[in-house]
């Protein structure tokens, strides 16, 4: 069963930042075709933050996080990381990390593209 992990949450003062990580079960990240991190807020909808083809490298932002927030990789860590710069009260949400292993074109920001999901983990940021 695969499962993915998500660490790194917290809460920090509006102008912070925070890192969040995504482990995987599986040997490797490339066992993915494509991975994303996900927000839930409550009263919103789930909105795509930002997602990477891995074996590609091309990225998908929301534009209410581009020039914030960076996805990245780490293969040998089997590892995928969310930086994120100059938070906002707005971006307080559960984050989620997902994953597909079936090779196609995919709309990143797209829940329904992803297989796989993390239990989540907490941002809140404060004014």
């Known amino acids: 069963q695969v499962q993915l992990v998500e660490s790194g949450g917290g809460s920090v003062q509006a102008g912070g930042s925070l890192t969040l990580s995504c482990t995987t079960s599986?040997?490797?990240?490339?066992?993915?075709?494509?991975m994303g991190w996900f927000r839930h807020a409550p009263g919103k909808e789930r909105e795509g933050v930002a997602g990477?083809?891995?074996?590609?490298?091309?990225?998908y932002y929301a534009d209410s996080v581009k020039g914030r927030f960076t996805i990245s990789q780490d293969n040998a860590k089997n590892t995928l990381y969310l930086q994120m710069n100059s938070l906002k009260p707005e971006d307080t949400a559960m984050y989620y990390c997902?994953?597909?292993?079936?090779?196609?074109?995919?709309?990143?920001?797209?829940?329904?593209?992803?297989?796989?999901w993390g239990q989540g983990t907490q941002v809140t940021v404060s004014s």
């Open positions: 599986r040997d490797s990240l490339r066992t993915y075709y494509i």
């Open positions: 990477i083809y891995i074996g590609g490298g091309r990225t």
């Open positions: 997902a994953a597909d292993p079936l090779p196609r074109t995919a709309v990143l920001g797209n829940p329904a593209e992803y297989r796989y």
